[in-house]
């Protein structure tokens, strides 16, 4: 009985140390350079492990970002009689 105990403690030590290790490097590959990356007001993609900067859109279209009125289509014009 002595010696199960024995190996029971070890494989609950090394379960134990697998466990510790796999949240450490976690923490070390994405939590934490996550949580530097948006202190800085940057988007962290988790899956990439990318810290981006964040373009707005008018730069690629052109537009004035003040702009926010939405122009109607313009209406048909009616044949002259």
Do not use: Y
Request: glycine share 2%; charged share 20%; proline share 10%.
């Amino acid at each position: 009985m002595n010696r199960f105990i024995d190996r029971l403690k070890i494989v609950f030590v090394v379960i134990f140390s697998i466990c510790c290790v796999a949240v450490w490097t976690l923490h070390l590959v994405w939590i934490w350079p996550g949580k530097r990356c948006e202190a800085r007001e940057m988007w962290w993609d988790w899956r990439t492990r990318v810290c981006a900067l964040p373009v707005p859109l008018h730069v690629f279209t052109g537009r004035n970002p003040l702009e926010s009125e939405i122009k109607a289509a313009p209406q048909p014009i009616a044949p002259k009689p």
